[in-house]
């Protein structure tokens, strides 16, 4: 089964206060590109998700061979980032939802996401019992990704999934730790 992940990275950053997707962390490294390199690290197939204008960013991804999509909806929110993405994809049958404010979640993370995923199910990781991210999503839910609109992103449709929800127990404290503010750097 092909899974890919979708990260997210069509965000306005405002409690963050400016564009936190170049923000370095304490490595140095741009928030955004060491996401990136994580999820490589995993071995998935990866799209990260802009938003239109964000063109110094996209080429600086394609230079660096990231398949990026934009998505023209951004603007109205996660929910239709996510549907302009899902409707972009070919050859997936499963797909994982990351956020690029999310540095800390190991590459065997989304590894282990992707192995639990099935076509019709959807998976979602915890750790101390606490729901995290990548949220997995079988191909049976794309339509129904593909519907979502404004900044409400697929909670819902998690809540929705009742017996068809699986959660995952993870060692990884890093599905639940994501960068909202400038002293969240610091922390990590």
């Known amino acids: 089964m092909t899974v890919g992940v979708l990260l997210l990275a069509a965000g306005r950053s405002q409690r963050f206060g400016s564009d936190k997707r ?51 909806h951004a603007a109205q929110g996660m929910g239709a980032t996510l549907a302009d993405a899902v409707v972009q994809l070919t050859g997936w049958e499963g797909l994982l939802v990351a956020l690029a404010d999310m540095p800390a979640i190991r590459p065997q993370t989304f590894r282990q996401v992707a192995a639990a995923l099935t076509t019709d199910i959807v998976v979602t990781p915890t750790y101390a019992g606490k729901p995290g991210h990548p949220v997995g999503f079988g191909r049976a839910f794309f339509s129904a990704l593909a519907r979502l609109q404004g900044d409400r992103g697929a909670r819902d449709l998690v809540r929705q999934a009742g017996s068809g929800c699986l959660c995952l ?9 994501d960068v909202d503010y400038p002293a969240d750097l610091a922390a990590l």
């Open 169 to 177: 127990p993870l060692a990884d404290p890093g599905i639940l730790r």
């Open 22 to 72: 170049l923000a370095p962390l304490p490595s140095g490294d741009p928030l955004l590109f060491a996401v990136v390199a994580t999820i490589r690290h995993s071995g998935l197939p990866l799209r990260v998700c802009l938003r239109p204008g964000d063109d110094p960013l996209r080429e600086r991804l394609l230079a660096e061979r990231v398949p990026v999509l934009v998505c023209e």
